[in-house]
């Protein structure tokens, strides 16, 4: 399935050769944030906050077709 | 005194200045004494606990400034450019504590002291000049009014050194504005109102000039220790992160994470910092900055507003919690006007976080109508106007109009205007609450409490990057779970982890080292190498915890004895609620359903009374504070 992906500051290049010019993602069905992100070669650590359709989500929610996820993650909190 | 000198690691004495006699006196310190306290915010301790009578006026000449170094201050050590100021804070009337990164307190070490202790009061304003240990007064009537830069390039001219190290109060020091700074160029002590207790004793500026070395007890190992860590530094992609993004770079990731108070905490998320964050990076932002000479990781941010009303010189600034508090606090989205209070708070010399939390507290008195246009000569204080914030600026620094009342800090200010005004002060022990939500994670909650100087940004910032940052600084060897384990909505086992991230991230404040150098990668382990290397001694990671423990230990007895109490380790109601609006209104796990329970299991953890919150007299012997 296909959804769109939006990384931001420190995970930016996490998305190079992976996520496409148009934001989006070919994903396999029914995957849950925490895989999207080992998919993508996200390191465990600092920890991340994920946004599905402008909501937070605990790592373990299972994406839908078309979903916008956005997954951030901290430099050392500010 | 002879056997007891010190030869490595320590310039060995300290500087008391009385600024009504204009008196100067060189001190022997005494190592015995150093050993357990070692530096910073530990030496500042226990020297204002023994010296300080309990219940003074914090702007009376009772009350003294004390500016502490420690081994590790130099340039050439990581993270080893910043100086400690201690007092007691008369914006909180407990311990207060302010850390300025620069050059100020490699030179002061340089010039031949480890401290410099302030007392007194002068007649006139007075401005102290050291010299390579030489101390000359030198009057400053004819720089009181200045802005802050101002008045550093006047001084360094007087003094015929371009580069010479100052740091000075603005116009809001010399005002006795509560939430005053002490500035090093564009570098702040900011918090806890050093400012005006600099600015109660006429003292408006000290200048220091050093050229000695002092030398460290093994020079080879000290040089393997520095490449090691260096090598870390060099390796951490924290380190890189903070370089090309500052702390600014963080505003995105917390507002997601629910992290990002807003509009007077009526939220802990707005959605906006993404589109703020973008413009700041795109259009403000100049280049990055190391705020002492030879920081590796140089985080700081060089920004400016290149025209139009709110238009500023290039200038350092535009740090997380400064834009935050001009912009989320305030329900601001217009970034240049932010951009620019930040940057009229350096130069009028008022800390940036405290400034925006009063701001957001009078806009919510004006809604309910606490504060009227009568109070603010006509200037409209409803949420967000970004004409509001330079205007209030000037008016708290100047003591204008209602900023005579906000300069006294969120929680005087709202018991002086009564009516309801209470509920809208967001502070903890007193001082302006930061822009980090407890909603975000309970160690944050729990650190927000009982933190010794109330709810500042650098002691609790750790309960928020331990539970959503999953940062373990290395501690997990000394008693804290993975923080991959751990949810961050969790309540219980928050206390004991609190407790051991406490003792651990204190250290960088008593050892005066960057506290982001922790985040790095440069852990306590790394840090008692080089301090071992320097003085000799023979520390591991282990006994700087203990260090730390004791520091805390001893602030809070500070704090004690003035008064302070279980009472005290509170945070206001708001906190504690679902956020009223955004991203987490429906979140019911951001809540805070049992904040006594958690304080309880800290307080065990601690070996403190349950009742009372003071620390039991088996915890005292244990950490050689038997006489407290």
Redesign the interface.
């Known amino acids: 399935m296909e959804v769109k992906v939006l990384l ?3 995970l930016k290049k996490y998305g190079e050769g992976k996520i496409r010019k148009d934001d989006r993602m070919n994903v396999p069905d029914r995957i849950t944030l925490e895989s999207l992100a080992s998919l993508l070669d996200i390191p ?4 991340k ?1 994920f ?1 599905v359709n ?3 989500r605990d790592k373990e929610y299972i994406l839908q077709e078309g979903d916008e996820v ?1 997954i ?7 | 005194m002879g056997k007891l000198r010190f030869r490595y690691g320590y310039a060995g004495k300290q500087l008391r200045i009385s600024l009504d006699r204009k008196k100067c006196t060189t001190e022997e310190i005494n190592p015995d004494v150093m050993r357990k306290y070692l530096g910073g915010a530990g030496y500042g301790a226990r020297l204002l606990y023994d010296e300080l009578p309990k219940g003074i006026d914090p702007l009376s000449k009772a009350n003294k400034l004390v500016f502490v170094t420690s081994p590790l201050t130099d340039n050439s050590i990581p993270g080893g450019g910043s100086i400690m100021l201690c007092f007691k804070s008369p914006l909180t009337n407990a311990w207060g504590e302010s850390r300025c990164g620069g050059d100020f307190g490699p030179d002061l070490k340089r010039s031949g002291f480890d401290a410099l202790i302030i007392e007194d009061k002068s007649q006139d304003p007075v401005y102290i000049f050291i010299d390579d240990g030489e101390v000359s007064f030198k009057p400053a009537g004819h720089l009181v009014g200045m802005e802050v830069m101002k008045k550093i390039r006047a001084i360094r001219d007087e003094l015929r050194d371009s580069k010479i190290s100052v740091m000075c109060i603005g116009p809001a020091g010399e005002n006795r504005v509560k939430i005053a700074t002490v500035m090093f160029d564009q570098r702040a002590a900011g918090r806890c109102g050093t400012g005006a207790v600099m600015g109660s004793k006429n003292l408006i500026a000290v200048a220091v000039r050093g050229t000695r070395k002092i030398n460290p007890a093994h020079p080879d190992k000290l040089n393997e220790a520095v490449k090691k860590a260096m090598k870390v530094l060099r390796e951490s992609e924290t380190a890189a992160n903070f370089r090309k993004h500052g702390t600014t770079g963080d505003m995105v990731a917390n507002d997601a994470a629910g992290d990002w108070p807003t509009k007077n905490w009526h939220s802990n998320s707005w959605g906006k910092a993404e589109k703020l964050y973008e413009q700041f990076y795109n259009n403000h932002l100049v280049k990055n900055h190391g705020c002492y000479r030879g920081c590796p990781i140089a985080c700081g941010r060089i920004a400016e507003v290149k025209d139009g009303k709110y238009k500023t010189p290039v200038h350092e600034g535009s740090e997380y919690e400064s834009l935050s508090a001009f912009t989320a606090f305030v329900f601001n989205d217009n970034l240049e006007a932010a951009i620019h209070a930040t940057y009229l708070c350096n130069e009028y010399g008022i800390d940036t976080i405290s400034a925006g939390g009063i701001i957001a507290f009078a806009m919510e008195c004006y809604e309910h109508g606490i504060i009227t246009g009568q109070d603010t000569g006509g200037l409209e204080l409803s949420w967000g106007n970004p004409d509001a914030l330079p205007a209030l600026v000037k008016m708290i620094s100047l003591r204008e109009r209602i900023g005579d009342i906000l300069a006294e800090g969120v929680k005087i200010a709202a018991e002086k205007l009564g009516r309801g005004a209470e509920e809208f002060a967001m502070h903890g022990k007193g001082l302006e609450a930061p822009a980090h939500d407890g909603r975000s994670g309970k160690v944050l909650a729990l650190t927000y409490g009982t933190a010794n100087r109330g709810m500042c940004h650098i002691h609790p910032l750790e309960g928020m990057v331990y539970d959503s940052g999953k940062f373990d600084w290395g501690l997990m060897k000394y008693g804290i779970p993975d923080p991959n384990t751990v949810e961050r909505w969790d309540e219980k086992g928050k206390g004991r982890i609190t407790k051991v991230l406490q003792d651990g991230l204190i250290v960088p404040d008593i050892l005066n080292t960057c506290k982001f150098f922790m985040y790095a990668g440069l852990y306590v382990d790394h840090l008692a190498e080089i301090l071992s290397a320097l003085t000799g001694w023979d520390i591991g990671g282990r006994e700087l915890l203990k260090v730390g423990e004791r520091v805390f230990n001893l602030q809070r007895m500070f704090n004690i004895r003035e008064g302070f109490s279980r009472k005290d380790d509170v945070i206001p109601e708001r906190v504690k609620m679902k956020p009223a609006f955004g991203m987490y209104a429906d979140e019911e796990r951001c809540a805070i359903k049992d904040f006594d329970g958690m304080l309880e299991e800290y307080y065990e953890a601690r070996g403190w009374n349950i009742k009372t919150g003071k620390p039991s007299s088996e915890k005292l012997r244990e950490l050689g504070l038997e006489a407290e």
């Open positions: 931001y500051t420190v465990d650590k600092p920890g906050v946004l402008g909501s937070p956005k951030l993650s901290f430099i050392g909190g500010g």
